[in-house]
């Protein structure tokens, strides 16, 4: 899977953008692409579709990686994490509020991005994987009769209220509203409660 994962790396300062290129590639990730400038990320990660990116936090041009990691995810839905020196806690909170996969602070070991990269990527799979299901399950509901809503029912009866307000078996309602049908039995608690009470008749 490592030698399939492309990477778009986001840094200004030169030395430390080669550096980092050079980790990944000895990591065994490839390299989908390199900016120092936050627009021009926005637009090469929508066109290269990489990944993951990692993104520095205090870019030098006119908007910085936090911007950047916004329109990313409002655009692209791929994972970034920030790689930043800065650890203060206004800059920690503006991050978060983009929700990023990871926080790498330099200086910073290849152990530790490929770690961190690593847990992204498998937050970022079991996250489109829960998106499908429930897709699925809410395309299934809406082919399906079962009602989608809030059902109204007695406290005390246990009857439904049905759209035209008659109170109605709960039982009545769902063979109304679904395609469920139903038979009846005695669960084994109610079996043994009624065969366990004695019978009790007129007093002579």
């Known amino acids: 899977m490592k030698n399939k994962v492309r990477i778009f790396v986001v840094e200004d300062e030169e030395i430390v953008a080669l550096d980092l290129q050079a980790t990944l590639r000895d990591l065994g990730y490839g390299v989908a692409g390199h900016t120092g400038d936050a627009e021009k990320a926005v637009r090469l990660v929508s066109d290269t579709r990489p990944d993951l990116v990692l993104m520095d936090i205090n870019l030098k041009n006119r908007y910085d990686g936090i911007h950047a990691a916004r329109q990313i995810r409002a655009d692209a839905n791929i994972p970034v994490i920030f790689v930043t020196a800065y650890d203060d806690e206004s800059t920690i909170v503006q991050a978060q509020v983009t929700e990023p996969y990871g926080y790498l602070l330099k200086p910073f070991n290849s152990r530790e991005i490929h770690i961190c990269i690593q847990m992204a990527l498998f937050h970022h799979t079991m996250q ?8 699925e399950l809410q395309a299934a509901l ?17 009857k439904a209220r049905d759209k035209d307000g008659q109170w109605v078996e709960l039982e009545t309602f769902l063979e109304n509203h679904t395609r469920l049908r139903f038979s009846h039995g005695c669960c084994s ?9 004695p019978l009790t008749g007129p007093s002579i």
């Open 142 to 158: 809406l082919k399906s009769d079962v009602p989608l809503g809030i059902i109204t029912v007695c406290a005390s009866c246990r």
């Open 128 to 135: 489109r994987e829960r998106e499908r299901m429930r897709a």
């Open 189 to 197: 608690a109610c079996e043994d409660d009624f065969y366990r009470t």
